[in-house]
C-alpha cells in the first residue's frame, strides 16, 4: 500500500488585485447573481465565461419546485457558452454568490457536478480554462479547471 499526496494550486487575492479583464468578468458575474432564479434557496448564483474571442457569456442559478430539474449558474453559462459558439475555447470563468443581502464573505465553490462540466469544456477545447471564485473577503483563482477536480474522469477513462 502506497499513500498518494494529491496537491492544488490557488492563488488568493482580492478583487483589485485581478487584471482588469479578470476583474471585468467578476463583476459581470457579481451582477449576473441578481438574475438568479431562486425562490427555494434565495442563493443568487452569477457565473462569467470569457471566451477566447473576447465574447463574454452570462448565466446564473435556475431554480425548480422539482429541485433535480433546476441548474447552476456555471452550467447554464458554460451550456450556453458551448452550445452558441461550439468552436470557441473558454478562457476564464467568473462565479460570484448572492444572498442574505450581500455577496458572500469567502468565495463560494462550485458543487461537483459543476466542476466536472468545467472540466469537460476545459478537455474539450484543450485549453486550460483559468476559474475565479469572488469572495467579498476574498477571490480564489484556479489556472485550470481541472485543479478544482483532482483525479478526474474524463473521455479517456472511457476507453478503459
Keep these: 500500500m502506497k499513500q498518494l ?3 492544488t494550486n490557488v492563488t488568493v487575492c482580492q478583487l483589485e488585485e485581478l487584471s482588469p479583464v479578470l476583474r471585468e468578468l467578476v463583476e459581470t458575474a457579481k451582477a449576473k447573481t441578481q438574475d438568479a432564479y431562486c425562490p427555494y434557496s434565495h442563493y443568487h448564483v452569477g457565473a462569467a465565461a470569457l471566451l477566447s ?3 463574454v457569456i452570462t448565466g446564473s442559478n435556475q ?4 429541485y433535480p430539474s433546476g441548474l447552476c449558474a456555471e452550467r447554464t453559462t458554460l451550456f450556453a457558452a458551448n452550445a452558441n459558439n461550439p468552436h470557441t475555447p473558454v478562457e476564464a470563468l467568473a462565479i460570484a454568490c448572492y444572498t442574505n443581502g450581500h455577496f458572500t464573505k469567502d468565495a463560494a465553490s462550485p458543487c461537483g457536478a459543476c466542476r466536472q462540466v468545467m472540466l469537460e469544456t476545459e478537455h ?3 485549453k486550460d480554462m483559468k476559474v ?3 469572495g467579498e473577503d476574498n477571490c480564489y483563482v484556479f ?3 481541472a485543479d478544482l477536480l483532482p483525479l478526474n474522469f474524463v473521455a479517456e477513462n472511457l476507453q478503459g
Excluded: S
Aim: charged share 25%.
Design 63 to 66: 431554480e425548480n419546485a422539482a
Design 124 to 126: 474539450r477545447f484543450g
Design 143 to 145: 489556472e485550470r479547471a
Design 53 to 55: 474571442d473576447g465574447q
Design 132 to 134: 475565479i471564485l469572488y
Design 5 to 7: 499526496t494529491l496537491q
